[in-house]
């Protein structure tokens, strides 16, 4: 049936889903949106060529020209080479930017074939996206192409060099520069020198630092936040880097858990580390709030942190029960009712559990708590505040609203249900208003509307729920959930 369909005339029932690409034109230079296109015509045109085959494309291009340069970089970038030569065959003239897709897609193969047959359009492009991919020896073929063209091949722009440099692609950017397919300027930026440092491209700053870039404290904090070892003694080492780091270096060291270079930093660059902003958290609280107890216990022991306040708040509030049951046993700073609402919020009931027990067993470490203990006078106690209760409900976390209402008298206020309405935790909802007597606002009602919760909201109205609703109810429906008028 398809080869009867072929020799019909107007547009054919199978050619019209590509309808939507007719207005889609190859760019001068290949960017993620013509990416995003052309994977969506892969996705559509597979099936297309398994039912009909290569010899439908024919008809497929005469009706929706735009298909052409589409389907020509589809093969390129699956590196499907009998398609891109059947394409081209169709149309031996396209002036689609077909080069600078090969050069995206890194096909060295269809790169040659296009200059072999005249498709230097997007040329400088091309240059471009060899040079981010690391591929000399596309470059080469580029640089040595036949000038021919109105886009003739003679030099790399900015973006080409600047990604080469980004990606640590040292002999690409020292081939550009010394074969002038390239302006040595767009190399000195600082940022371009700190985003290298930051990602460890250590050959890649030896050699910016070598024709003089611009550089700032930045390269070496950012190097130390990743990791970067290798990189950060090499600036400590180096007689010209007097630019140093600052806190940032030990305090992003510390949050991604890197223990070899907070020892680096402490052995040898103490003085810069210490000038903490007075706003900053301190290693100590950053390393405990991301779980790393080696390097707490690395700042603990040789003093390296002025500060740890907040330590076991920040460690509470990520669920690190091992580094709270540390700090707790050495340090002497304490946690305040905010590691146990921010734990709770959170759903770390393990941690919360553990913090209540504490302050229970640290409440009747005192010669009045032993009296009521032996007198069998016990007490439910506030170890958290309101937000506990309120922020687990917001949540939905059930089991963490049942806990704290078995263990602990703080209680909650109208804001758990009316925060669990808006999130559609129909079960919080439920067990609150039938075990607690705080119950909830108009706003339980407001926001289930303006958030189209119809179910939330059909049983809060059979159960009739005594605050029942403003008019925003009604005025947040029309705006979104209309079947709820």
């Known amino acids: 049936m398809h080869v009867v369909v072929a020799y019909q005339h107007g547009i054919q029932d199978d050619v019209r889903p590509f309808l ?9 230079a290949i960017d993620s949106a013509y990416v995003s296109i052309v994977n969506q015509c892969h996705a559509m045109l597979m099936p297309w060529l398994a039912t009909f085959g290569p010899s439908r494309l024919g008809k497929l291009f005469e009706c929706i020209p735009a298909m052409h340069h589409l389907v020509t970089c589809v093969a390129i970038c699956s590196v499907d080479h009998p398609l891109l030569v059947h394409c081209l065959r169709q149309q031996p003239q396209s002036s689609a930017n077909l080069l600078g897709m090969a050069a995206y897609a890194n096909n060295t193969r269809a790169c040659e074939y296009l200059i072999a047959h005249n498709h230097t359009r997007g040329a400088l492009d091309a240059m471009d996206w060899a040079a981010i991919n690391g591929n000399l020896d596309m470059i080469v073929q580029l640089r040595h192409a036949p000038r021919n063209h109105s886009g003739a091949i003679q030099q790399c722009l900015d973006k080409g060099l600047q990604g080469a440099a980004l990606n640590g692609h040292r002999p690409i950017v020292q081939y550009l520069l010394d074969y002038d397919l390239a302006p040595i300027t ?15 491209h250590l050959a890649m700053i030896q050699y910016m630092f070598a024709l003089g870039c611009s550089f700032t404290t930045d390269a070496m904090d950012a190097a130390a936040t990743n990791g970067h070892l290798d990189v950060v003694q090499w600036m400590h080492a180096s007689k010209q880097w007097d630019q140093g780091c600052t806190y940032v270096a030990l305090a992003g060291a510390c949050r991604n858990g890197h223990l070899e270079m907070v020892t680096f930093l402490h052995r040898h660059r103490a003085h810069d580390c210490c000038r903490r902003p007075y706003i900053a958290q301190s290693a100590l609280e950053i390393a405990a709030a991301n779980g790393h107890l080696d390097i707490v ?20 509030e ?17 946690f305040t009712s905010r590691a146990v609402d921010l734990a709770a919020k959170h759903n770390h009931i393990d941690v919360v559990r553990w913090l209540v027990s504490i302050s229970a067993c640290q409440k009747h470490s005192t010669f009045l708590g032993q009296l009521m203990a032996r007198l069998g006078v016990f007490q439910r106690q506030y170890f958290c505040t309101t937000r506990a209760m309120d922020d687990a409900a917001a949540n939905g976390h059930l089991e963490m609203v049942q806990w704290l209402h078995e263990h602990t008298g703080a209680g909650c206020t109208v804001a ?50 005594a605050p029942g609703c403003t008019t925003k109810a009604m005025d947040n429906a029309s705006r979104g959930a209309l079947e709820m008028r």
Do not use: I
Request: charged letters at 15%; aromatic letters at 10%.
């Open 416 to 465: 758990a249900v009316d925060q669990a309405a808006r999130g559609n935790h129909l079960g919080v909802v439920q067990w609150l208003l039938f075990n607690r007597r705080e119950g909830g606002s108009t706003d339980a009602m407001d926001f289930a509307a303006a958030n189209g919760h119809l179910e939330m909201l059909q049983w809060l109205h059979q159960n009739k729920y």
């Open 186 to 200: 767009s190399l000195h930026h600082p940022k371009l020198f700190n985003v290298c440092a930051s990602r460890g």
């Open 20 to 28: 939507e690409f007719a207005a889609v034109s190859s760019p001068d």
């Open 318 to 334: 990520h669920g690190h029960l091992h580094v709270l049951q540390w700090l707790h046993l050495h340090r002497s700073e304490g």
């Open 297 to 316: 216990m690395y700042l603990h022991v040789h003093r390296f942190s002025d500060s740890a306040l907040c330590a076991m708040d920040a460690a509470a």
